[in-house]
């Protein structure tokens, strides 16, 4: 039974101010992968952690695929260990594309969606705002790895606090 | 004038559910700290960058007189370099002292109060939603250094998706 009942508490955010704030950090993470020296993106690690650009993998894997199952009707698959081709500039065409697919996909998004239980990639379970923050946390994570990666090479990261 | 008019459009999230996902990324931190050894929790460093004790007074000097500021009707001042004593226990009794203490001052918190704007510190401009969410995002991007510093010392860090 559908139930038309309204709330009337006011938004603590709104749907798309939490499109923004993801592509605001996803701007941040592609300054990070350009801040990379070539070799670095794939090879540098610390303390036996994955290079940086399987972490990327990590991120492609979950956002995109995440989202379009949050707003389809059919399960995907989480594949971090897609083919690829090893360069940089691969990498950050991949990122473009999901940027344009994630504003496309987030316009099927309905506001009452966001309450809602899903379970993501076969697995994971949770309210789609809780997917969605995790996708957001998740990146906000790694990303912060590959800033003492950098820094660990010499390298200045991008200023964390500008998301343009 | 006070607006009576009522927003009929769903909670993408409800205050409480973001006092919880804070809460639970505080106790995450929580056990970052508690995984340091006591030296390398003051001394540890890669490439140039700050302690994980430096990065903790950081998030401790946002947090409670961040949320203060929102729920108050004074300034506070960012002080991240206040008196301290050098050992781990301190550093958890004041990480628990503000953990109580944001959970009171968010009960002073008014729903509509998350898309006004303010500012913080006498310098930081945005809704208050947007603030708390660089609370947060902010203690993300610092703890997962910590998590580079701790494998760097072969230290297994805590489970990321275990907020509990």
Do not use: C
């Amino acid at each position: 039974m559908e139930t038309t009942a309204k709330q009337t508490k006011p938004q603590v955010v709104s749907p798309a101010e939490l499109l923004e704030h993801w592509q605001g950090h996803r701007r941040v993470t592609r300054r990070t992968i350009e801040a990379f020296p070539e070799d670095a993106f794939f090879n540098h690690s610390i303390g036996g952690m994955r290079p940086f650009y399987k972490m990327v993998m990590e991120l492609l894997a979950i956002a995109e695929p995440g989202l379009r199952e949050i707003t389809g009707d059919k399960p995907e698959s989480f594949d971090e260990e897609f083919k690829h081709e090893k360069n940089k500039e691969y990498f950050l065409k991949l990122w473009d594309d999901a940027t344009e697919a994630i504003n496309t996909l987030w316009e099927k998004l309905k506001p009452e969606q966001f309450q809602e239980n899903i379970t993501l990639f076969g697995q994971y379970e949770g309210t789609v705002y809780s997917q969605i923050s995790y996708f957001i946390d998740n990146e906000i994570h790694h990303r912060a790895q590959g800033y003492v990666y950098l820094r660990s090479l010499g390298i200045e990261p991008p200023l964390f606090y500008m998301r343009d």
